[in-house]
Each structure stands twice: as structure tokens, then as C-alpha cells.
């Protein structure tokens, strides 16, 4: 069966009545261009202009709004941008998030217009993880999963653990003063209800001439409206980009599509490749991580600038790398994978660049540091084990260092303890083992200290911490 496309229903629309509802979920620059263009060809059916709203704090009022309007007027189509009302739990911890945003609760008889968002964002979160609103608010949000209190992906970016236990649990405290506080102004949000209201809207139809229109950013697959919605034909996703696993930027194609239309300006496919490098960046654990979806409305917006820089010819690669700042992310395994194999130069450009691009430069400095010294010690102890365990250098073959040596490197070491390659891959033991091979051992009986010492200088004793890691890379990642 072909993919549904907005073209396509927009095609239908010319000999069959418009639906109720429709969806149209994916990347939200292109979602939301999509759905507009839906919503635009509904309007244009029934003779009506398109009211749109953007993050709405409740669904309820949307559609009491689009009944009311039926009893005075004849057609009317709504679109709505973001409204998490469909979302899965992966993205319900950024509703968690939006919700902190509005604390602390002040002492105060009402709540502002930033609280009330804050309080609607915390019940639509509620929502999601099927808590009831109207318990008890220290009940209610003891229920929340830690791993959504500790942060969503936003927050993530800078902090990739998420928020302290301590952090957690004042967080906790203030959001069950936000919900009775929401509770005793009457708020009901993202309940139970506005589902129903919803789903009655999708089963009985609205007014003839009334359609509603919704484009997300996430939504949960398994949901019951979004799969009936997809049985109507009325759920279109246009996908999302995503990170390839050899370096490119995968699923471009729909939003360079979209941009082309709207700029009237077309990009070269290296330039494409290259915008994405400098613009977008990951989130997430890191096995299910997913492109920001902020990141590429960063890329939207770049690509527009150029295009109204390129004069009507395509933009080139050449182009990208004279006008975009590099804000992309750097792959920090690529980092240590250059040092591993004695690529000094391309270890420190990584490295400026990863710092260059930090949102949260002691944050970005300190966790590189954590793991690159990790990887320092591990190449002193399989130097050790090596010599103890008559381990021969240079085995590039990993098969056959899997099979013949990494036991040994892994072995009880002959004063006894635990040693610090137990566990280690033999992937990341054999890069590991290659690296050291290269290195001196003078060298290689000096790292602990100077992992040390290069501590010290990033935590207070340099003017230049960035100098000190670098100097580091460049002593380790000698050529053989």
C-alpha cells in the first residue's frame, strides 16, 4: 500500500466530503507546513479561513469552541500545532519539564498565566501515565516514573543523567503544590474527558462544514484514536530525521523537500549533509536516541538565510561552510577512536569542535574528560596484564585476539583485586590493547598521574582547562 500523503487526501478532498478529523505527525517543521496545507484546502472547500492554536493548555475548549460556532455560522476548520494530547510516555517527561517551569509556586490566591500553563503541562503529563488529576496531588504525582521526574530531552542536552535525587525530590513537592494549587482554581486539563470528547468528535462527526486538524511532533503508535485515524485514512507521518549510523543524517528528504518548496531554492545533497552536521544534534539515552526536534528548526532556518543569500542558484557545500556556524554535535567515541589510533590532529579537531558547539561548556568538558580518562586507565592496565600475561603487541586481527587473548587480558592480576578490564567489550578491549601497543611504556606508567594532574587543572588550576585535556589528547594519541 503506497504512503498517505496530505497531497493525496488534499487530491480527495476535490470529490469527497471532508472528515471530522485528521492527524499529521512527524518532524514538526514539515508536519506542521503540511497540516496547513490540509487545513487550507479544507478551508478553501467550505468557504472559511483557518484558525489555528499553537500549544493549547486544554483540548476541551477547542472543541466546545468549533460546536458553538456551528450554531452561528456554517463551516469553520480549526488546526492545532503540538498539543501532547496524543503523545507517547517517552516525550511526557518534556511535559514534566515545561510544568517545572512554572515554579516555585508563590504564595499567591490565584495562579498567573504562567503557572496555569505550567499546571495544564503537568495534567496533560498526568494524562499520559494514566493518573487521575483529581486525587490527592501528593498520590498523584508520587506516581509519576523517576525516570520521567529526572528530565526530558531538553533538559537532558546539558545534563545526561537528568536531575539529582535531591533535585527530584524537591521537584516532587513543588508539583504537588502546583496541581492542589491547579485543583483548587478549577483547571482540568488533558483528562480523561477531553479524550472522550475527543474520541466522540472522531466516531459521531462534527457539525457539517467543521474540521479539526491536529499535527504533533510525537505520538503514541498503539493509541486507539491515532490507529482509528489511520484506519479512516486521516493520519498522515512524515517521518523524521534520524542519525545514520555511518555519520550521515538519514530522512532529509521530506523536510529539503518542504523547504524547497517554500524558499523556491533547492540545496545540493553534500550541502544538505553538511547543514545537518553543523545544525542538528541527538537526545535521549543512548540507545533510542532521536534527532531534537528543535535542532531542526535550527536547520530550517538556516537553510532559509541561505537560501535568500543564494540567488537563485542551489546552495553548495561550499556555501553551508561559509555562512553556518558550527553548532552540531560531535561524536565523542569518534574522539577517542582518533586518539586510539594515534590521529592526533583530527582528535583535536573533534575536541574544539565538541567544545565550540556546548550549550553547557563545564558540563560538555567535564563528561568528555570522565570518559577519556577512563580510557587512559584502561590503556595502562591492559599495558600491565599484557606483561604479566605474556599478551604479544600488535594483534590487529580481532578474531583472533578475541579468541586467544582477551581472556588473559581479562584475568585476576597477580596481586590480586579486581581488574578494571572485567567486563570491558572485546571490541573496546581490542581497541584499547591496539592503543596501547603504539605507546611507549614510560609513557604508559605515567598516565595515571597525569590523568591526575590534568584534573586538578580543569577543576581550578589552569586559566586554559581546554588546553590542559587537549595536551593530553596530543600525548596519547602520539603515531606509532
Known amino acids: 500500500m503506497a504512503t498517505l500523503t496530505t497531497q493525496t487526501l488534499i487530491s480527495e478532498l476535490a470529490k469527497a466530503e471532508p472528515q471530522a478529523m485528521y492527524l499529521v505527525s512527524g518532524d514538526l517543521v514539515v508536519a506542521e507546513a503540511q497540516a496547513r496545507k490540509l487545513a487550507e484546502a479544507l478551508a478553501d472547500k467550505v468557504g472559511c479561513a483557518v484558525t489555528t492554536h499553537r500549544h493549547p493548555p486544554e483540548m476541551g475548549s477547542v472543541l466546545a469552541d468549533l460546536r ?87 533538559l537532558r542536552k546539558n545534563k545526561p543523567r537528568g536531575r539529582s535525587a535531591k533535585d527530584v525530590k524537591q521537584l516532587t513537592e513543588d508539583l ?48 486507539p484514536l491515532v490507529t482509528t485515524l489511520k484506519q479512516r485514512r486521516c493520519h498522515v507521518d512524515v517521518g523524521n530525521v534520524e542519525a545514520g ?11 529539503l523537500a518542504e523547504l524547497a518548496a517554500e524558499t523556491g531554492c533547492k540545496m545540493e545533497s553534500a550541502a544538505a549533509q553538511e547543514l545537518a552536521r553543523r545544525t542538528l544534534r541527538q537526545t535521549g539515552e543512548w540507545k533510542a536516541r532521536k534527532v531534537d526536534g528543535e535542532t531542526t528548526s535550527r536547520f530550517a532556518g538556516e537553510y532559509r538565510k541561505l537560501a535568500s543569500l543564494s540567488q537563485g542558484r542551489p546552495i553548495s557545500r561550499q556555501m553551508v561552510e561559509e555562512v553556518v556556524e558550527d553548532r552540531g554535535e560531535e561524536d565523542v567515541w569518534k574522539i577517542l577512536d582518533a586518539v586510539g589510533n594515534g590521529r592526533a590532529e583530527e582528535a583535536l579537531r573533534r575536541f574544539r569542535r565538541m567544545m565550540s558547539s556546548s550549550q553547557d561548556i563545564m558540563a560538555t568538558r567535564l563528561s568528555f574528560f570522565s570518559l577519556f580518562a577512563g580510557f587512559c586507565r584502561q590503556l595502562t592496565a591492559v599495558a600491565g596484564m599484557a606483561r ?89 594519541s602520539k603515531p606509532s
Open 245 to 255: 549510523k555511518g555519520g550521515d543524517w538519514q530522512g532529509l528528504g521530506p523536510l
Open 176 to 223: 504537588a503544590r502546583l496541581l492542589e494549587a491547579a485543583q483548587d482554581a478549577g483547571l482540568q486539563g488533558f483528562a480523561e474527558g477531553d479524550l472522550a470528547e475527543l474520541g466522540s468528535a472522531l466516531e459521531k462527526g462534527l457539525p457539517p462544514g467543521h474540521s479539526l486538524v491536529l499535527t504533533e511532533h510525537s505520538v503514541a503508535k498503539d493509541h
Open 388 to 476: 604479566q600475561a605474556k599478551v604479544p603487541a600488535g594483534v590487529r586481527n580481532y578474531n583472533q585476539f578475541k579468541s586467544r587473548w582477551a581472556a588473559a587480558l581479562q584475568g585476576s592480576p597477580p596481586a590480586g583485586g579486581k581488574n578494571p578490564l572485567t567486563g570491558l567489550h572485546p571490541f573496546r578491549l581490542h581497541r584499547a590493547y591496539l592503543a596501547a601497543s603504539r605507546l611507549d611504556r614510560d609513557l604508559l606508567l605515567q598516565l595515571p598521574w597525569r590523568i591526575l594532574e590534568t584534573e586538578f587543572q580543569i577543576k581550578g588550576d589552569s586559566t586554559d582547562p581546554d588546553a590542559a585535556i587537549a595536551q593530553l589528547l596530543v600525548l596519547v
Open 68 to 154: 458553538t460556532f456551528s450554531l452561528f455560522e456554517s463551516a469553520k476548520v480549526v488546526l492545532v500545532v503540538d498539543s501532547a494530547l496524543l503523545t507517547d510516555r517517552a516525550a511526557a517527561a518534556d511535559l514534566i519539564d515545561q510544568a517545572a517551569a512554572g515554579l516555585p509556586l508563590d504564595e499567591v490566591d490565584h495562579l498567573n498565566a504562567k503557572q496555569r500553563l505550567a499546571a495544564s503541562r503537568l495534567m496533560q503529563a498526568l494524562h499520559v501515565f494514566a493518573v487521575d488529576a483529581s486525587t490527592a496531588p501528593e498520590r498523584a504525582i508520587a506516581e509519576l516514573p523517576d525516570w520521567a521526574l529526572k528530565g526530558g530531552k531538553k
